[in-house]
């Protein structure tokens, strides 16, 4: 009678090899794969199933190798679950015209950078101060302080609403040092990438540079301060071209706008309404700018718009490129200017600002002549009439 090769000497069953030369588990003498994790052993199965037993250990090594219950054995939400939750909610928002794609989109793309920190099946429960303070961390390396502090805050919204929404029965904990930067360090990083709007010298560079139709939103970012999301949303029931004025509401903020345009606005306008091109898509019909392509221009004022390319590349052109000086600075600086008309309550109209306080509860309506002459005194920075002897 032959002896069996699958048993040692003492009758007993003999430890099999790894399958594999790498294989992260070893055959334990109680006949299971097992692995020794942050000096505890952990079984995954018997011998006979070193598939099965890989299988279990992959599945609960994320936990496992980071001290906590592998989820397979205990019940919780996800944060993968939360954002699917978070997103969908702020799509109805989105869908109600409550908020832009544009703030849709930046919620997206932090919810991405919370599955890739922490992982899609990471329990909400497991996620402690320690965790957003690596992320913070990990964050403040490619973001500057301003961008940085609107980050923690849409991670601060989303975890809330975890917990408004009762997805956990208590507040996630971020610690102290999950926090916006200190307005000493915003003061610091503005003071040091200098003042973000064109002097005028600069911006009549812009205005003869410029082809249609970057010209006339130029124009409009100048005489109305108007951003990258106002031009690109224009309607052209916006416009009377006859009289000289544009009404239309902020995108970001629904806050009612009403301002007299420059003759070089109305000129530059019509003459890029002439040869606009014909809109590929008829939910686009009424929209002012259309790229040559006949597509609506991008409503976000960062580094993928196309106005925003194409007012970099204009820039560069004409050797006037610097950071954090772009087709948005154009805003900064009719705040800037307009302000020295001494009418701040016109201004914020005309910037379509939002102010929370019982004046502008109670106020109605702004004279026209109001919004002309604080228009007509950035005109004159702007266009200045020539000195005579």
């Not at 069996?4 to 109680?30: I, M, Q, R, V, W």
């Not at 000096?39 to 890989?54: S, T």
């Not at 809330?160 to 360090?185: N, Q």
């Amino acid at each position: 009678m032959t002896k069996d090769s699958s048993k040692n000497a003492a009758g007993k069953a003999k430890k099999p090899s790894k399958p594999y030369e790498h294989f992260p588990l070893f055959a334990h003498a109680t006949g299971r794969w097992a692995k020794k994790i942050r000096g505890k052993l952990h079984y995954f199965g018997p011998w006979g199933d070193w598939e099965a037993a890989l299988e279990l250990y992959e599945k609960q090594a994320p936990d496992l190798h980071a001290g906590r219950v592998p989820r397979d054995t205990r019940e919780g939400v996800a944060l993968v679950d939360l954002l699917e939750h978070f997103m969908a909610s702020k799509d109805n928002r989105v869908a109600s015209g409550e908020i832009t794609k544009r703030t849709f989109d930046d919620y997206h793309r932090t919810g991405k950078r919370l599955l890739a920190e922490f992982g899609k099946e990471r329990f909400l429960d497991d996620l402690h101060p320690q965790d957003f303070e690596k992320l913070r961390a990990s964050l403040s390396k490619t973001m500057g302080p301003v961008a940085l502090g609107n980050e923690v805050t849409r991670v601060r919204v989303i975890f809330k609403y975890a917990y408004d929404s009762h997805l956990v029965e208590a507040p996630i904990r971020m610690g102290s040092e999950f926090k916006r930067p200190s307005a000493k360090t915003l003061r610091l990083e503005r003071s040091k990438r200098g003042l973000r709007m064109f002097e005028a010298k600069e911006l009549r560079r812009l205005f003869y540079g410029a082809a249609l139709p970057l010209r006339a939103m130029i124009l409009l970012g100048a005489n109305c301060g108007f951003g990258n999301s106002d031009c690109a949303a224009l309607p052209l029931s916006a416009l009377d071209l006859k009289a000289g004025w544009v009404n239309f509401p902020r995108p970001k903020t629904g806050i009612e706008r009403r301002c007299p345009l420059w003759e070089e606005t109305v000129e530059a306008l019509r003459d890029w309404l002439k040869v606009r091109p014909t809109p590929t898509d008829e939910q686009h019909a009424e929209l002012v700018f259309i790229t040559r392509h006949g597509s609506r221009f991008s409503n976000e004022h960062n580094a993928d718009c196309a106005i925003s390319k194409e007012t970099t590349k204009l820039l560069k052109s004409l050797g006037l490129h610097r950071r954090g000086l772009g087709f948005y600075a154009l805003r900064h600086g009719f705040e800037t200017i307009a302000g020295g008309s001494r009418d701040q309550v016109a201004t914020d109209y005309l910037m379509g600002h939002s102010k929370i306080d019982m004046a502008t509860v109670y106020r109605e309506r702004i004279e026209d002549e109001r919004l002309v002459a604080v228009v007509n005194h950035v005109h004159a920075w702007l266009f200045p009439r020539p000195t005579v002897g």
